[in-house]
């Protein structure tokens, strides 16, 4: 007769398991209790033991397979019973040939002219204040203090872009000291190229422990409600204690 081996149920809240290596291989012949093969849960590695004796006739799902609970795995029988056959594959479904298409109905749509609207009011642009500049004397100089210009070397300003107050548009130290430059911003269109960073190292798969834990650790986070306490202490004694027996 041939027995079935399933996933067992190791846990009442184990739902899937991985067969790490079979202990057994096929053509072995297998006692009740003998140790078929090690099967990873989320908490341990444990030995998964025959619970029908004769010989280990197929092996299902091989090594590092993982399966649900009650899986097949494999099969354990006498040497001359019949192995069942694999699942038939699924029948494919019928092809509904499609309907005839429904006759078009032509609707009658009146088209209605719109009324013609009054052309707005073109409205005229605001004046746009002139920015001010600094004054260009004969030669293209401008017009600045010697004190005004030290300042704007020193601080790496442009006088052209600095307006000057004093007479006939005279550059000031104030007019150093109270300039803002604008921003300066990179042109449009042109990006930083991207630096290539290289990582040495390989992914490796989570063990089955470690994603039970992982999951419980989030859920303990999304599902448990936390409070968090805080209290505060007056030291101020203790650091005078402190201070005496350091003097």
Do not use: C
């Given at each position: 007769?041939?027995?079935?081996?399933?996933?067992?149920?190791?846990?009442?809240?184990?739902?899937?398991?991985?067969?790490?290596?079979?202990?057994?291989?096929?053509?072995?012949?297998?006692?009740?209790?003998?140790?078929?093969?090690?099967?990873?849960?989320?908490?341990?590695?444990?030995?998964?033991?025959?619970?029908?004796?004769?010989?280990?006739?197929?092996?299902?799902?091989?090594?590092?397979?993982?399966?649900?609970?009650?899986?097949?795995?494999?099969?354990?029988?006498?040497?001359?019973?019949?192995?069942?056959?694999?699942?038939?594959?699924?029948?494919?479904?019928?092809?509904?040939?499609?309907?005839?298409?429904?006759?078009?109905?032509?609707?009658?749509?009146?088209?209605?002219?719109?009324?013609?609207?009054?052309?707005?009011?073109?409205?005229?642009?605001?004046?746009?204040?002139?920015?001010?500049?600094?004054?260009?004397?004969?030669?293209?100089?401008?017009?600045?203090?010697?004190?005004?210009?030290?300042?704007?070397?020193?601080?790496?300003?442009?006088?052209?872009?600095?307006?000057?107050?004093?007479?006939?548009?005279?550059?000031?130290?104030?007019?150093?000291?109270?300039?803002?430059?604008?921003?300066?911003?990179?042109?449009?269109?042109?990006?930083?190229?991207?630096?290539?960073?290289?990582?040495?190292?390989?992914?490796?798969?989570?063990?089955?422990?470690?994603?039970?834990?992982?999951r419980v650790t989030v859920r303990s986070k999304?599902?448990?409600?936390?409070?968090?306490?805080?209290s505060g202490v007056d030291m101020t004694e203790?650091?005078?204690?402190?201070?005496?027996?350091?003097?």
């Open positions: 007769m041939i027995h079935e081996v399933t996933m067992p149920a190791m846990g009442a809240d184990m739902t899937e398991g991985t067969v790490v290596k079979w202990l057994k291989s096929e053509g072995d012949e297998v006692a009740r209790g003998d140790k078929l093969a090690e099967i990873e849960t989320d908490k341990t590695v444990v030995e998964m033991e025959a619970y029908n004796a004769g010989i280990l006739r197929r092996i299902v799902l091989g090594d590092g397979t993982k399966a649900p609970v009650g899986s097949l795995l494999a099969y354990i029988g006498a040497a001359d019973d019949v192995l069942p056959e694999a699942d038939d594959p699924p029948a494919a479904a019928p092809v509904e040939e499609p309907d005839e298409p429904e006759p078009a109905v032509e609707l009658q749509v009146e088209t209605v002219a719109p009324e013609p609207q009054p052309a707005p009011e073109s409205v005229a642009p605001a004046p746009v204040a002139a920015t001010p500049s600094a004054p260009m004397v004969e030669g293209g100089r401008i017009k600045a203090s010697p004190l005004a210009r030290r300042l704007a070397r020193e601080s790496g300003y442009d006088l052209v872009a600095i307006p000057g107050t004093g007479p006939g548009g005279r550059i000031t130290r104030d007019d150093v000291l109270g300039f803002t430059p604008a921003p300066a911003f990179a042109p449009s269109g042109v990006a930083a190229a991207p630096t290539a960073v290289t990582v040495d190292g390989s992914d490796i798969e989570l063990t089955t422990m470690r994603q039970a834990i992982a999304t599902e448990a409600p936390h409070y968090y306490v805080t203790a650091m005078s204690f402190r201070a005496q027996l350091n003097a």
